[in-house]
Nanobody, 122 residues
Framework: QVQLVESGGGLVQSGGSLRLSCAASGFTFSLYVMRWYRQTPRKERELVADITSTGAVTNYADSVKGRFTISRDNAKNTVYLQMNSLKPEDTAVYYC???????????????WGQGTQVTVSS
């Protein structure tokens, strides 16, 4: 069965750091774009960062650019989100997402983790 299991969330003060991990299993991890999303009750789900299947290209939301770093280790089937200089507005549930889309073969796959809470106090 496909599983994405996030870990590393918690409570941290403004300016602090956390590293989130997402361990994947049940699919060919190295073929998937990996994404980190976050969700708060008052906002729509926001794409925080993504990374291509080989890790060659990364993208970040403007709100986290320069502070967060996404990385992956395909040998360990794990994607990470290093979060530095955290701000209260970073408080959210963070979700790991795996995505693959191959329209020419009518292939589309998307998987989600259960989420991990990140709380940043001011």
């Amino acid at each position: 069965q496909v599983q994405l299991v996030e870990s590393g969330g918690g409570l941290v003060q403004s300016g602090g750091s956390l590293r989130l991990s997402c361990a994947a299993s049940g699919f060919t991890f190295s073929l998937y774009v990996m994404r980190w999303y976050r969700q708060t009750p008052r906002k729509e789900r926001e794409l925080v960062a993504d990374i291509t299947s080989t890790g060659a290209v990364t993208n970040y939301a403007d709100s986290v650019k320069g502070r967060f770093t996404i990385s992956r280790d395909n040998a360990k089937n794990t994607v990470y989100l290093q979060m530095n200089s955290l701000k209260p507005e970073d408080t959210a549930v963070y979700y790991c997402n795996a995505f693959r889309d191959r329209p020419l073969t009518s292939l589309r796959r998307e998987y989600w983790g259960q989420g991990t809470q990140v709380t940043v106090s001011s």
